[in-house]
């Protein structure tokens, strides 16, 4: 992948009365052979990285942390969910304990 160093680029608004002149300038430039000459002095040429010879796998105790944090991060999920449940169905489930609470109450006397 080539270096983004060997790119050249300048920051300017949208619509800046710089723009253009900034490009027929660079323009200029890389037609007169200026820009590769200056970036070759500026940027050398970097060494190419090698790909590793093997297949790269990550053991349990690499990715410990993040399946902690998706264990943990699905027990929230899911407590949040079964509290929407009850919330959402408050009344009936208010109903539902007095009633099985009563007939309890009736099973003991």
């Not at 790119?7 to 200026?34: D, E, K, M």
């Not at 349990?60 to 929407?84: F, K, N, P, Q, Y």
């Not at 539902?96 to 007939?103: D, E, N, T």
């Amino acid at each position: 992948m080539p270096s983004t160093r060997a790119h050249l680029a300048f920051p300017l608004p949208r619509h800046s009365p710089y723009a253009r002149p900034t490009l027929v300038s660079l323009l200029q430039l890389r037609s007169g052979g200026a820009l590769a000459r200056l970036g070759a002095a500026l940027a050398p040429p970097m060494p190419r990285c090698e790909l590793p010879a093997g297949f790269a796998s990550a053991r349990a105790a690499d990715v410990r942390s993040a399946l902690i944090l998706l264990a943990v991060g699905l027990v929230a999920a899911l407590l949040l969910g079964l509290g929407e449940y009850c919330w959402k169905n408050r009344l009936e489930i208010q109903r539902s304990v007095i009633k099985s609470y009563l007939k309890m109450k009736a099973l003991i006397h």
